[in-house]
């Protein structure tokens, strides 16, 4: 594997995870490294860490404190 490409996995967390619950990347990344960006997408999609999991998980805990007001009252 690209020696580039082990820094930035090593560097984060959640690829350093990823990429152990799913082996099948290293044979993948060892012989095509280009498809890095794939992985981080794969990773990040699985994971919730792309804008638009993280607006919806935002609204859906508005959702929730709004739910718990209206009970209140």
Do not use: G
């Not at 082990?6 to 799913?22: A, G, P, V």
């Not at 919730?48 to 404190?65: G, N, S």
């Amino acid at each position: 594997m690209n020696l580039d490409i082990q820094f930035k996995i090593r560097n984060d967390s959640n690829c350093t995870r990823y990429i152990r619950e799913n082996s099948h990347w290293y044979k993948i990344l060892n012989r095509y490294p280009e498809q890095f960006n794939d992985f981080m997408n794969e990773m990040k999609e699985r994971y919730r860490l792309r804008p638009t999991d993280k607006i919806t998980d935002f609204v859906d805990k508005l959702e929730v404190i709004n739910n718990l007001f209206s009970a209140l009252k």
